[in-house]
């Protein structure tokens, strides 16, 4: 039986990787950081039915001693770093804690790695956002980055330490560089959930407007549960390497609001707000990935498409808001 120890399990993808790897006969480890929540935190993994499946395992990024020690403990197979502070808005608020948790958590980690388990195959949770400003309209694995937000900055870091911890210790490391991708349980503070979440209390009568910053922007969206299945694919490769996963089509926030709206027979102009205080310092106006290499090296494909994915958002957000209101 494989092992896998993965930092940020209790996150969207690290519910979605577990549910995967669970299924695929693996020993699923999770490391979690204390909090005072701890009734609430695995509330993404009992989402998908898998709380009592995962083996948790305290630790933080912030601590390489936790690190070495999950390390020691696990004896992992394969370790997906998916732990972040991954919020871009949040990102300008908390500068210096999202560069050490975001960029030096993957360099600690890769020690931890290096130090203990040095068989064990690494991937990092790169992000489309090093693009930033974009330098060529379709980004590829060779489109340079220009970061524009500390994340993205931070990410540019963990990136360049994994590609140099292959390159320096010969560490079977790989970057999945992905693109915006969603679920019904995305953290609601970003935008498709905020807009899913938004249309199921409309919906239901609990609030009338939506309100929305730069809605003009340009994503190229798809599903967390396609995502991660790519993830574990890269960690299946005799050479590790790094790897664009996106869905090759762009939507601007205000046409994935229509989708939204749509499903339930509202009308988006009669409750969007666009609030100026929801704009960002600095904007990533376009993002659109070319998956090309992902497809021919590691036969992926996303199956689910933005439209499905709103409309499972909207159920699963109709869902909860009805529980909430009895
Ligand atoms: P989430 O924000 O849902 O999850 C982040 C996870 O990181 C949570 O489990 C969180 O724990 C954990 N975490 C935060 N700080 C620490 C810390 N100091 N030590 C250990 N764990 C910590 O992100 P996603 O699941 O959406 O994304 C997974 C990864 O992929 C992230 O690295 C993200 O930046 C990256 N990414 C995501 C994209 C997306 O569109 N979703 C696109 C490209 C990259 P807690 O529950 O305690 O907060
Ligand atoms: P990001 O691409 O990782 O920053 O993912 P988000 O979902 O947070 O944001 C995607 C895009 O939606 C960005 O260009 C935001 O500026 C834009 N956007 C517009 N209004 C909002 C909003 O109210 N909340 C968020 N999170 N994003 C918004």
Redesign the pocket.
Known sequence: MKRALI?????????YLAALLLEKGYEVHG???R?SSADV?DA?LRWLKIQNDVKFID????DLSSLIRAMRDVKPDEVY???????VKSSWSQPLLTG???GL?AANILEAVRLDAPQARFYQ?????MYGLIQEPVQNETTPFYPRSP?AVA?VFAHGMTVNYRESFGLHASN???????SP???IE?VTRKVTDGVARIKLGQQSELRLGNIDAKRDWGH?KD?VRAMWMMLQQDIADDYVIATGRTTTVRDMCHIAFDYVGLNVDDHLVIDPALFRPAEVDLLLGNPAKAHAKLGWKPDISLEEMIREMVEADLKRVKQQIG
């Open positions: 930092t940020g399990v209790t996150g969207q993808d690290g519910a490391l979690v950081r909090s935190i993404k630790g933080n990024l912030l770093n998916l732990g972040a502070q991954s919020f050490q948790v975001t958590g949770a790169s992000s489309s956002e994340y990410k999945g560089i992905l693109f915006n991708h969603e349980v995305r953290g970003f967390s995502f």
